[in-house]
């Protein structure tokens, strides 16, 4: 096997400029819950200002702000009455300016949530729109009139389930006797993109932050926004009820494309500004080409969602399955693949505040020595991957999600909606009118989204690990005695300094950021690994153990120069020589570098 002869597997992706975004590193912030500077339980925008050297020490490049905007908060921000303004909460925007200026002074870069599929019920626009049905903003809502059903009922104008749910996607307005759409929560009504003010109105919002310094948006849900002509009903899929899924018909429809085209040109492209959407239910095909090619003039990458719904019944809220790495591997090989053969560009994530943290749910929190292991091979596993690299506020610290809350404890609307409907079900089914639930408490404590959203842990001596003097607006997750970032930074080595050994690596081996994929052993139901090789420089090998078991791994033959390749970073303080057959570990993971990979 040694010195086997092998043609070169790639064509060299010759497509890609070097735009500043692609070898960047992009940490998220949950700025709720992330630093209180004032005691009032409320992370704000001095607390972040306070940790940008710890964030500039971890190695990261970018700040993403999840929206901190004026909003009601029904769906924690993502519900804008006012996207000029800074909510209260989080501080002025004389803050918000100093924030800007501080991370820029560091050398780092900003970007914000732009959320415009929907507005907040609280927004000017829709307190115009819903007024009367003559008001001039009228059409930029979609407002129908009531279907009337056999016996004469009142029912929405189609069975569009909302995503947010198995109820209605419209809600009825008492006020102007018509329903608006109303894809997530009825607090959160969709515009009307076919509507040209619209469309003016939103290029406006994203000039007003781009001209204020911003380096780019994350773009929310965005692949929502064109809505099928005549909204027609959707196919029962659920004969159990009226209200039926009709993402396939909402999401990805033609006119998203053109409106996205036109938004770019009037704003983005002016500036040197990265955008990433935000697009659940694009499979790894030509449809995510369109939206992140250079030549489409559309977005610069997309969060897909694939990975994060591999153990999630379909057309549930939180139902959870039990996923196997085969699959996971073929997920990230087609991303791979599809972008670098097409010179698109991937994002890579695993967490972010609407998942479940990802030690818990691809690794192990089983004990605190496999949840240590299984965080850095996570870690290892996405700075070994092509594409712009995010990690969210916590991961660096292998957080995990929530252990020991009652049903009771748990706060985000998706988990309530999830419990409220599930109980409704149960109520109407058995009669009993308090029916035992605890059973949902498997799916919530897997996938629920609170588990992303607990405040950020800084200290294990303090109380609320010193997220806040006050109260906080949200319980920390129990461990933080554990898992704290004070505890991690002093540790030479914890799961955040092996993050950022990581960016280190990433950073200087261009192999890494840019490098083809190939699988290795697709069908190993344990091990994933993968080569990566770049035509002009060195290739990598990575060798991620997914299981709590020691497994002995044989290198495949196209892997298997082993005079030439040599170990560069692990998550275990010995390592084997490098052979035909590896021992690897619980959770281990192995970065090698060939100094050739054909000799
Ligand atoms: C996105 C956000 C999520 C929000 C939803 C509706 O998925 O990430 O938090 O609830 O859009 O805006
Ligand atoms: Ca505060």
Redesign the pocket.
């Known amino acids: 096997m040694p010195g086997t002869k092998n043609p070169p597997l790639f064509i060299p992706n010759t497509n890609v400029d070097s735009r500043w975004w692609r070898e960047a590193t992009v940490y998220q912030i949950y700025p709720r819950s992330f630093c209180d500077s004032n005691g009032d339980g409320i992370g704000d925008i001095n607390g972040i200002i306070s940790k940008i050297p710890y964030l500039k020490n971890l190695g990261v490049d970018v700040l993403w702000l999840c929206p901190i905007y004026v909003s009601p908060q029904h ?2 921000g ?1 519900d804008i009455a006012d996207y000029k303004s800074i909510n209260p909460d989080y501080g002025s925007m004389e803050d918000w300016e100093r924030l800007r200026d501080e991370v820029h002074r560091a050398g780092m870069k900003l970007i914000m949530d732009l ?1 415009v ?2 507005t907040s019920i609280e927004h000017a626009w829709f307190i115009e729109s819903r007024s009367s049905r003559v008001n001039p903003k009228r059409d930029w809502y979609y407002w129908r009139p009531a279907r009337i059903g056999e016996d004469g009922e009142r029912l929405p104008p189609n069975n569009w389930r909302s995503f947010f749910g198995t109820g209605s996607a419209w809600e009825w307005d008492e006020g102007s006797q018509e329903f608006y759409l109303r894809i ?1 929560t009825k607090e ?1 009504p969709d515009l009307n993109w076919e509507n040209p003010e619209v469309r003016t109105a939103v290029q406006d919002i994203v000039n007003f932050w781009l001209e204020k310094g911003i380096d780019g948006f994350r773009v ?2 965005i692949n929502y926004i064109g809505k099928p002509p005549g909204f027609p009903d959707a196919a029962i899929a659920d004969p159990s009820t009226y209200y039926q899924p009709a993402m396939h018909l909402y999401l990805n429809v033609d006119a998203v494309h053109t409106y996205l085209r036109e938004l770019n040109l009037a704003t983005f492209a002016k500036y040197d500004a990265m955008t990433v959407g ?1 697009t659940p239910y694009v499979p790894a095909t030509q449809m995510a080409l369109d939206y992140v090619h250079p030549s489409r003039n559309e977005f610069d990458m997309i969060f897909q969602w694939e990975h994060m719904d591999i153990d999630r019944i379909p057309d549930t809220l939180l139902g959870w399955k039990p996923w196997a790495l085969p699959e996971l591997k073929q997920i990230f090989s087609r991303w791979q693949t599809l972008m670098y053969e097409h010179g698109g560009w991937n994002s890579l994530y695993m967490e ?3 998942q479940g943290r990802s030690v818990s749910r691809f690794g192990s929190d089983r004990t605190p020595e496999f949840r240590d292991l299984s965080a850095k091979m996570l870690a290892m596993f996405l700075s070994t991957l092509s594409g712009t690299l995010y990690i969210f506020q916590g991961q660096e610290l292998g957080m995990a999600n929530i252990k020991g809350w009652k049903l009771e404890e748990y706060n985000d609307v998706v988990t309530l909606t999830y419990i409220r409907e599930k109980k409704e079900r149960r109520i109407r089914e058995t009669n009993d009118p308090n029916p035992d639930m605890s059973d949902l408490l498997n799916d919530i404590q897997r996938k629920g989204r609170d588990n992303g959203r607990t405040p950020m842990p800084w200290t294990g001596n303090a109380p609320h690990a010193g997220f806040t003097t006050g109260t906080p607006w949200m319980a920390l997750n129990p461990d933080f005695a554990v898992c704290n970032a004070a505890a991690a930074v002093g540790d030479k080595t914890s799961v955040f300094q092996f993050w950022k050994e990581m960016l280190h690596i990433r950073s200087s081996w261009k192999t890494l950021v840019y490098g083809a994929f190939q699988l290795l052993a697709p069908g190993d139901m344990r091990v994933f690994a993968y080569l990566r090789v770049h035509p002009r420089a060195k290739a990598a090998m990575v060798v991620l153990n997914f299981s709590s078991e020691r497994v002995e791994w044989e290198v495949p033959e196209e892997a298997c120069n082993l005079a030439n390749c040599h170990h560069v970073f692990g998550n275990y303080n010995s390592v084997e020589e490098f052979g035909a057959c590896l021992i690897l570990r619980p959770w281990e993971c192995r970065l090698y570098k060939y100094e050739h990979l054909h000799s």
Request: charged share 30%; no cysteine.
């Open positions: 769906d924690m993502y959320v599929n929907h997530f959160q929310d849900a935000e972010n505040h609407d």
